[in-house]
């Protein structure tokens, strides 16, 4: 089974700030089945982007994806205030399975 | 649109079957899923099920206790779970995988399971 770890755990950011968040897998995977999801407190998780770099439909450009093999990263150009909120990736795994990263979080500094 | 039903608080052992209802889309061109959040943690996928109902997946965690179906006439999806444990406790969403590529697109609000003694 491959782990996805994102790092860092947390993020301490101000409004207007850029931030990168990391995606390893334990393993070289397909980057075409590598996802993002924003979550924020009290709702459902909203998919960002797919195949590591594909913003989803009525994804503001300051959010990119990129990454190959086992390093995949999560890069917000310039922090909104609504931004604010915990992102996770996530990979197919073949078969139907997907498995998710734990987490990292955005708060504000 | 998704809208999850049937959770509530039971024993542990007991049973629920939870119901996801589709509409505004074309229900079965799309592979279905179910994800779980347990109260203050992280994203579990739990149970994948394909458009025409007969490639299904589970994790690990819920194999043999719980049984993911599908109606496509009823824009409905299901998922069946037996023998609940403490630790099922957790918000269920279900999820439209998308068309083409990998990732789950439009998710429900989530019905909250309790599973307690």
């Known amino acids: 089974e491959i782990v996805l770890t994102q790092s860092p755990g947390t993020l301490s950011l101000s409004p207007g700030e850029g931030a990168t968040l990391s995606c390893r897998t334990s393993?070289?995977?397909?980057?075409?089945?590598i996802a993002w999801y924003q979550q924020k407190p009290g709702q459902a998780p909203r998919l960002l982007i797919s195949?590591?770099?594909r913003r989803a439909t009525g994804i503001p450009d300051t959010f990119s994806g990129s990454g190959s093999g086992t390093d995949f990263t999560l890069t917000i150009s310039k922090l909104e205030p609504e931004d604010f909120a915990v992102y996770y990736c996530?990979?197919?795994?073949?078969?139907?399975?997907?498995?998710f990263g734990q987490g990292t979080k955005v708060e504000i500094k | 649109q998704l809208v999850e039903s049937g959770g509530g608080a039971v024993r542990p052992g007991g049973s629920l079957r939870l119901s996801c209802t589709a509409s505004?889309?074309?229900?079965?061109?799309?592979?279905m899923t179910w994800v779980r959040q347990a109260p203050g943690k992280g994203l579990e996928w739990i149970s994948g099920?394909?458009?025409?109902?007969?490639?299904?997946a589970y994790a690990d965690s819920v194999k043999g206790r719980f049984t993911i179906s599908r109606d496509n006439a009823k824009n409905s999806l299901y998922l069946q779970m037996n023998s609940l444990r403490a630790d099922d406790t957790a918000s269920y969403h279900c999820?439209?995988?998308?068309?083409?590529?990998?990732?789950?697109?439009?998710w429900g609000r989530g019905t909250t399971v309790t599973v307690s003694s």
């Open positions: 999820a439209r995988e998308g068309y083409h590529y990998f990732g789950m697109d439009v």
């Open positions: 505004g889309f074309t229900f079965d061109d799309y592979g």
């Open positions: 099920i394909n458009w025409r109902g007969d490639t299904i």
């Open positions: 393993q070289s995977v397909n980057s075409n089945y």
């Open positions: 195949g590591a770099s």
């Open positions: 996530q990979l197919y795994d073949n078969s139907l399975k997907w498995t």
